[in-house]
């Protein structure tokens, strides 16, 4: 069945460091978001990507984050330098549907570790 | 400022039980509520809802939202312990981004 791959599933970095997040979404799909949850903390949406550009993003997203779709396949999640509050589990998502509906496929997330 | 409110955020069950976790949200131009169970790792999609009145089902889950009341709600009958997750019912809007609640914890015992 497809499924949604990221890599790293954990990553830890020293803080002021860039780090960048990889992500395969499922073949077919067309839209692509990258979703963060801090532990204990609820999930939170930090961007969606469409047509090869950013649809729409959180405050959380600013400079420091930027999204890439370099290849056709590959989804990434860039942090130019990281801060201990970026700690948390990183998901992306992708979902194949039109405007009807919504439902997003996660992969298994990346854990990043700020120190 | 779009909300979503589960309860209870944490029960505790023996394996048999059946369960009824809560739902409720306010979402600006509310498009869909989905059901997510999340177990280590990344949610697992369960359920996408619409419409009003009409129950999804699979297996031992099911799902239904009313629309006029704002909220749903996810039943699982003949718990078992590998039902043990977070229970997650993000909502979307006309932008496609989910609003997240904090979950139901759900531990199913032996």
């Known amino acids: 069945e497809p499924e949604v791959t990221q890599t790293p599933s954990h990553q830890v970095t020293q803080m002021g460091q860039e780090v960048i997040l990889r992500c395969v979404p499922i073949s077919n799909h067309l839209y692509f978001y990258w979703y963060r949850q801090i532990l204990g903390q609820k999930v939170e949406f930090l961007v969606s990507f469409y047509n090869n550009e950013i649809s729409e993003k959180s405050e959380i997203f600013d400079d420091q984050f930027s999204v890439e779709r370099p290849d056709g396949s590959n989804f990434t999640l860039k942090i130019r330098s990281t801060k201990l509050e970026d700690s948390a589990m990183y998901f992306c998502?992708?979902?194949?549907?039109?405007?009807?509906?919504?439902?997003?496929?996660f992969g298994q997330g990346t854990r990043l570790t700020v120190v | 400022e779009d909300k979503v409110v589960q309860s209870p955020l944490s029960l505790v069950v023996h394996e048999g039980d059946t369960v009824t976790l809560n739902c409720s949200y306010e979402v600006t131009n509310f498009r869909s509520l989905l059901w997510y169970k999340q177990e280590k790792k990344a949610p697992t999609f369960l359920f996408m809802l619409?419409?009003s009145g009409i129950e999804k089902k699979s297996g031992r889950l099911s799902s239904i939202l009313d629309k006029k009341e704002l909220f749903s709600i996810l039943n699982i009958t003949a718990t078992q312990t590998g039902d043990s997750a977070v229970y997650l019912c993000?909502?979307?809007?006309?932008?496609?981004?989910?609003?997240w609640g904090l979950g139901t914890s759900l531990a199913v015992n032996p």
């Open positions: 993000p909502n979307a809007g006309n932008n496609r981004k989910l609003i």
């Open positions: 998502a992708s979902g194949d549907r039109g405007r009807g509906n919504t439902e997003a496929f």
């Open positions: 619409t419409s």
